[in-house]
């Protein structure tokens, strides 16, 4: 049971019988009356997003997930996202609907953590950044310098992410996968 108090991003509970994912959350303590947290909490099994209050001191519960090592290994428009077990090599088969946004920051052969709720997969656990190579991006004017330009750039997952004028094509870069944003252009050897 968690309390309170251990509420934080990221967490995993289980509420009114479904595993949620805590989004966001704001600890309140007004001048009259007890403590409480609001969180926003996005539904495992469907994605939908609920905004709720606990009173300081509920509890909640820990959802029975089994969490998996697993390895990505490819797209197949028939059969979906293909993963491969790390402990037995079964492959399993997810489809976009399962996937999320998470199928924007996947690139082969990456290792992950695929989390199970009774036997089902419903989600995976994604490292905090991943190196994506720009595969298409405009180039950028000469002079506009006015404040913190940016311009499109198309990644090698299909993803679009707001870059600096001076990224180009072929240049690798750090995305962040909790908000989908550019982090960095990464050293290369050239």
């Known amino acids: 049971m968690y309390s309170t108090s251990d509420i934080r991003k990221g967490l995993k509970v289980l509420f009114k019988g479904e595993p949620y994912i805590i989004v966001d959350f704001l600890h309140v303590k007004p001048g009259k009356g007890g403590a409480f947290v609001r969180t ?52 399993i088969h ?19 953590y695929l989390n199970f709720y009774q036997g089902r997969p419903i989600g995976l656990d994604l490292p905090t950044t991943v190196n994506l190579e720009v595969i298409k991006s405009d180039p950028g004017l000469r002079g506009d310098t006015t404040g913190s330009v940016t311009k499109p750039a198309t990644l090698s997952t299909g993803l679009v992410v707001q870059v600096p004028l001076f990224i180009n094509e072929g240049d690798i870069l750090k995305i962040d996968t909790r908000t989908g944003e550019y982090v960095e252009r990464m050293k290369t050897d050239k």
């Open 94 to 112: 997810l489809n976009e609907d399962q996937l999320g946004s998470s199928k924007d920051f996947l690139v082969e052969n990456m290792d992950l």
């Open 40 to 91: 926003k909490l996005k539904n495992l099994l469907t994605g939908r997003v609920l905004d709720e209050t606990f009173r300081s001191g509920e509890k909640l519960g820990e959802p029975d997930l089994e969490e998996k090592s697993v390895q990505y290994l490819y797209y197949d428009s028939k059969e979906g996202f293909v993963f491969m077990d790390t402990e037995n090599y079964e492959q």
